[in-house]
């Protein structure tokens, strides 16, 4: 009550003196209401108990404040070098936005990264390089037990769901798909009109929480299931198990945000917070998880059917190939997600300190399929920060038969990392339910930069492949991939990894593999 009262009393006697004074002169009421402001501030910083600096400097604190909020935005564009941003730096965002526009993204001069530092990797160049093919290779999709095979571009729309993306970056995207002949993953969030309207080719992704196949009390609903997996868009069925940038824990979509729109391609109450747990109901067992794929084969008509994760524990892993080998059946595909994943909203602790790189995450997971002699049937798609040829190449160097993007396709679309996506207030229209904002995304535009992105990424990669001597993704070898291990040493991938031959881990298990191989339960996530 004394702060109230006090600065009550600051304000009416600023007002008063402003009366007065402009009865004598307008130059004096321009400066004493200002004035009277600036003292009202002064009067609640000295008072307030929230803000220390305010308390010690009032009015002029603000500026800390002010300065703080717009860290990001200075740091990015003013203060880091054009390769050390975090999570993409200023060159790759340059050559997405340039490549998606369909502008020159060449560079002048010669490198600005050290060569020389420990870590450093380079792709390693034919003295007898090949022509670029006209025609990009497709990965086909589909195992034994699928019926109905489907061909994956080199590279994809990676998930990211209706309602963490607006309706019009939905649309840009499949549109974009649509036009360039590569699939779009939904994310966990639902099949949406936004994804179905253009006619892209999907894959229908569900995560923990069943959206747009769940019973009411958040059971998987095989029904309605069946039903949307039967459209002609759905080319493929995805189980997410786990996100690269929050393996282990679920989402929060707060009541706020469940709009009518929303409810109902989720098949959630409206304006109700919506919780989507860390776990699975239809399954517990790694045997369980082999089944529950196959199930999702069958209700999808024979599509392609396979799961999403962030690799953890590599005895985890070895157990649910124990469990393909044993149940007679295996996903089509499996899609490994690095830690370095990209996501709407994560602990800052989830992001910065669980889960595997994508690097190894995705050796690991190859290795495993092969050792266990299941590789050729399974393929392998790789997510976590693709933007360039150069990191398509390396994927499939370690592993992958394709790769997914998600950030660089939001770069595509207008994202201009402002790192808003948790607060609905994207200043691009990507990542917010705000009509206003999102309204500023024109779709027609935004994709045909989706497609020109996908097609010269492809592109690029291609003609790296080419300069290594190498027509097919089939022809890379880990011998082509180099990291400098110190000023002195640089080792091939071959040597800096161990590789495992074709069903080793079922007659003689390396020693560095055995002991995981031997503890492997299929009837058991045992870490």
């Known amino acids: 009550m004394l702060r109230i009262g006090m600065i009550a009393a600051v304000v009416a006697a600023a007002l008063a003196a402003a009366a007065a004074a402009v009865t004598v002169s307008p130059w004096w009421w321009a400066v004493a209401v200002p004035l009277a402001v600036l003292g ?19 009015v002029i604190g603000h500026a800390r404040f002010l300065l703080e909020r717009i860290r990001p935005e200075l740091q990015q564009y003013f203060v880091e070098r054009n390769f050390d941003g975090r999570p993409f730096d200023r060159d790759i965002r340059s050559i997405v936005y340039e490549r998606a526009k369909g502008t020159a993204a060449e560079e002048p001069f010669g490198t600005e990264r050290d060569v020389y530092q420990a870590g450093y990797e380079y792709l390693v160049p034919s003295m007898a390089p090949r022509p670029v093919p006209e025609h990009p290779p497709r990965v086909r999709i589909g195992g034994p037990d699928c019926t109905r095979p489907y061909d994956m571009a080199l590279l994809n729309v990676s998930a990211m769901s209706f309602g963490s993306l607006s309706a019009n970056a939905v649309l840009a995207l499949n549109r974009g798909a649509a036009a360039g002949g590569f699939a779009h993953d939904t994310g966990e969030g639902g099949l949406s009109e936004y994804h179905l309207r253009p006619g ?40 997410k198990l ?16 469940v709009n009518a729109e929303i409810a109902k391609v989720r098949d959630v109450p409206q304006g109700r917070t919506v919780i989507s747990p860390p776990y699975h109901r239809v399954f517990s067992t790694p045997r369980e998880l082999v089944r529950f794929i196959a199930r999702m084969r069958e209700l999808s008509g024979g599509k392609p059917a396979g799961f999403k994760l962030c690799p953890g524990s590599r005895r985890q892993f070895l157990a649910v ?59 392998i798609g790789a997510s976590g920060k693709i933007a360039t040829g150069a990191d398509l190449v390396k ?14 396709m939001m770069f595509a679309v207008g994202c201009i990392q402002a790192q808003r996506c948790h607060t609905n207030t994207c200043p691009v229209g990507v990542t917010t339910q705000d009509p206003r904002r999102a309204r500023a995304l024109d779709v027609g535009d935004k994709a045909e930069r989706v ?77």
């Not at 009202?40 to 009032?58: A, F, K, M």
């Open 395 to 408: 994927r499939l160097i370690q592993g992958a038969d394709y790769g997914n993007a998600a950030r660089a």
């Open 40 to 58: 009202t501030i002064g009067v609640w910083d000295l008072t307030q108990r929230r803000h220390s600096v305010l308390r010690n400097y009032p």
């Open 200 to 239: 892209g080719d999907l894959v229908w992704e569900i995560g923990t929480g069943y959206f747009g196949c769940r019973t009411r009390d958040g059971d998987f609903d095989a029904g309605e299931f069946a039903e949307k997996a039967s459209g002609d868009s759905v080319k493929c069925v995805s189980l």
């Open 242 to 257: 786990s996100q690269g940038a929050k393996p282990g824990i679920g989402g929060v979509l707060p009541g706020a945000k």
């Open 451 to 527: 497609r020109r992105l996908q097609e010269a990424t492809v592109g690029s990669a291609l003609q790296i492949m080419a300069s290594m001597g190498v027509t097919d993704p089939a022809q890379l070898h880990p011998h082509m991939l180099r990291r400098r291990i110190d000023a002195q040493t640089v080792r091939s991938y071959d040597g800096l990894y161990g590789w495992l031959s074709p069903g080793q881990l079922l007659v003689d298990a390396p020693a560095d593999w055995a002991a995981d191989w031997k503890a492997a339960d299929p009837d058991n996530f045992t870490i």
């Open 321 to 379: 190939c124990k469990a393909m080998i044993e149940e007679g059946t295996a996903p089509d595909f499996i899609i490994v997600d690095g830690g370095e994943g990209g996501t709407g909203a994560a602990p800052l602790e989830f992001a910065d300190h669980v889960g595997t790189p994508l690097t190894e995450g995705l050796m690991t997971v190859h290795n495993a399929l092969v050792g266990a002699g299941l590789r050729e049937q399974i393929r």
